[in-house]
DNA sequence: GCCAATATTTAGTCTCGCCTAAAGATTGAG
DNA sequence: CTCAATCTTTAGGCGAGACTAAATATTGGC
């Protein structure tokens, strides 16, 4: 039995737990600028000496940077994981919506397991069979195999003007009771918002939606991430609804760089 | 904060290799009526001695009965969670076979890590969309939502006489290249299959396969399972295909009990 | 610029699954 | 019936990833 030389020597598949880190480092460094280890403990629920030894390890590993009582940084190497969790992770959130009936409340458990699990032929093949969406149910834009998503931030429903008429673009996926709650006054992504009138000292905003007149608090409405109508003639052939949360490679290569 | 009186004190979700091993253990024993600590061993890749203590964790949880020395048998309770495992694992072969595209040799890896991650609502919509299947795309039975699946043992085409012809049932979804070749030869559940003839001392065996004569092993022969014709002008009421594999409890209540 | 509050890290354990090596039980050949 | 070959179990460890308690660093108020 001769030794196979050991090609490349395959790195190993990385654990649940350090995919979940990863993901939690990634989205509060876009975030926030920044992940203390507090920040992380907080997101993944666990003990904050916890994160101490788990960032140690993952340094080690090449997959972020340390800086003691600082923070973290995600390497290019890290990032590259944490992104291919997300696509992950929003991939099946669409298709569980789309095809298998979930309403958009119930999603986020279940692609939160599935993620760790489902090889990279699956998704590619629940991407196909869903065209390749660019936006997950809640409005998150779905990174690209590659690794590249859009990151750029957005105003919320807390920052309209009075008058102002805007389109839903965007709401976190992890609060079941928010998204219940949003669905029921006919809020979610792609549909247009109108402030009516918003009372003083951070008080409630009365909006248009649809043919209902919802009345909210500045804690949700700051919580609705929003973007401007399209133009009004359409210059670019684009679909209503199609065109919000395209990622810059969504788009041939030859149009890049120019957006942002 | 006042301290809830914990209802029924909910118990824990069994863990991943708990599964495995409820799961391999179960197959042993129906298939060769005894689980040996050996044959778990080999079955889950893992030395004896690692089975040995997963073994007494397993009992002290009432998952199984132990006698050292002797062997194991799954008590009631390890039954139903081996074959709630068995359930999802078929359900999902079967839904990336028929929705997603998969070839039939590719779908145990990925259902092998999926049932673990997957909620019984996800396992149920999946069935539900594929109009509750009985059987697996290797023909094997899946079990039901409450634990019941046809647990009768089969010939194979080893045990054919010549001139004899019954439809092919089953093969293990484990072997991929096995699987390969099997549907190079047009084998497949459903298909019929006549044995054309047969060498002495255990030799090939030539076989009518849709309008194909492939000569096949005798090893190859003693794993594909095989079940009678149909009788011939079907007094019973079923289609050709979707009779095989039935389990007892796909009908309903009141015809239990009558078939094995 | 000092000190207290807060954040982070270190130190020491724990459980789960796995391993190897060695000891003990069973079985079958003669 | 005995002994060697073959299980199986015990003993002792290891790494991941979590925890608590205690030590140390940073920061903001004054």
Request: hydrophobic fraction near 40%; charge should be neutral; aromatic fraction near 4%.
């Amino acid at each position: 039995m001769p030794a196979r030389p050991t090609p490349p020597a395959a790195p190993p598949p990385l654990t649940e737990p350090v995919e979940d880190y990863l993901k939690a480092i990634y989205e509060l460094e876009t975030r926030s600028g920044a992940a203390a280890t507090s920040d992380v403990a907080q997101a993944l629920r666990v003990a904050p000496a916890s994160v101490t030894g788990m960032i140690r390890r993952l340094a080690t590993q090449g997959l972020l940077d340390h800086v003691p009582y600082r923070g973290v940084q995600l390497t290019d190497l890290g990032r590259r994981a944490a992104l291919r969790t997300i696509r992950r992770h929003r991939i099946l959130e669409t298709y569980l919506t789309q095809v298998l009936g979930y309403a958009w409340d119930r999603v986020h458990d279940e692609a939160e397991r599935l993620e760790h699990a489902a090889s990279d032929d699956l998704i590619e093949r629940m991407s196909a069979a869903l065209g390749h969406p660019t936006a997950d149910p809640h409005g998150a834009p779905i990174p690209t195999a590659d690794g590249r998503v859009d990151e750029r931030t957005h105003r919320t429903i807390a920052d309209l003007a009075v008058g102002e008429t805007v389109r839903m673009l965007r709401v976190s996926d992890k609060d079941p009771e928010l998204l219940r709650y949003l669905a029921g006054i006919a809020l979610q992504p792609g549909v247009e918002i109108t402030l009516l009138s918003r009372a003083p000292f951070d008080g409630p905003l009365t909006l248009r939606v649809a043919d209902g007149e919802p009345v909210v608090g500045s804690t949700l409405a700051a919580q609705v991430l929003i973007e401007p109508l399209p133009a009004r003639n359409a210059q670019r052939a684009v679909t209503p609804t199609g065109d919000r949360n395209t990622t810059t490679d969504a788009r041939p290569r030859s149009a890049r760089k120019s957006a942002r």
